[in-house]
């Protein structure tokens, strides 16, 4: 449970990012707002939501939230709003997290078949992307195009993270 003041707090970085960043019905976020900082940092800071945190997926759940919520300007937030808020990003988390995968390219390994030992799962050097598209999804049942999307997403984040 969040304590009066921090949930005030919450409250007010709540209003000012949204309303700084709802624009003829579309919410186009600043993240580097100091209300959207205040927000993620509080976020973070709940305990059933610090155990699964991912802040990309944090920020997908807060935004997503705040567009259900309000469709107008000025955006009034009320205490069941917070409430609101709070649950759908951890509700976010919990249905996405589980989706996440680490992968990490292993030098010169020299398999030729898919091993398996409990939640590590390691693919041959020389499949494809397809193959390896075809063997996440039989490891995580996602849909296969929602899957390409998601790779192809990693795939372009890496690259311009790499450009900066």
Sequence with gaps: MMKRKAKIVF???????????????EFDANYEDKSYWTIIDIL?????????????????????????LYTKLPIIVSERDVD??????ENTLKINVADHLVVCPIPRAQFSRIIKLREIFILPQHFTEKQKIKAFH???????????????HTIKSSVMSSIN
């Design 84 to 89: 609101e808020v709070i649950e759908g990003v």
């Design 44 to 68: 973070r800071g709940i305990p059933a939501i610090r155990k699964i945190w991912d802040q990309d997926i944090a920020t997908y759940g807060l935004t997503d939230t705040l567009k259900s």
């Design 11 to 25: 409250k007010d970085n709540i209003q000012a990012f949204a309303n700084k960043n709802f624009f003829n019905g």
């Design 138 to 152: 039989k490891v995580i049942k996602k849909d296969i195009n929602e899957l390409q999307r998601d790779v192809n």
